[in-house]
């Protein structure tokens, strides 16, 4: 079993970038069948329902080892910053 450790991008509702946490999850390893009664999508592996939280990338890769868990860590991508003026919005561009 594999478990993906990254560090989930902010939601648009959010503004700041304090309290980043790092996720811990598995991979799916049964395939996905759809209920015929109510037409829900299920699989029998329990573990791709889980999803844990960790405040440092450290802490995460040290539960993974700690375990036993074979892991992939993804870094997050550097943010690029644009430098923007408010006089660029009236600059004639040709």
């Known amino acids: 079993m594999t478990a993906r450790i990254y560090q989930p991008t902010k939601s648009v509702t959010q503004s700041g970038r304090a309290s980043r946490h790092w996720v811990l999850e598995f991979h799916q390893d ?3 069948e759809i209920d015929g ?9 329990t573990r791709a329902q889980v999803s ?23 870094e997050p991508q550097a943010r690029r910053v644009r430098a923007k003026s408010y006089t660029d919005n009236f600059i004639r561009k040709i």
């Open 30 to 32: 049964g395939k996905r």
């Open 37 to 45: 009664l109510m037409g829900w999508t299920g699989s029998a592996d």
């Open 52 to 74: 844990m939280k960790f405040s440092s990338r450290d802490d995460a890769v040290s539960y993974a080892l700690r375990k036993g868990l074979d892991y992939e860590l993804e």
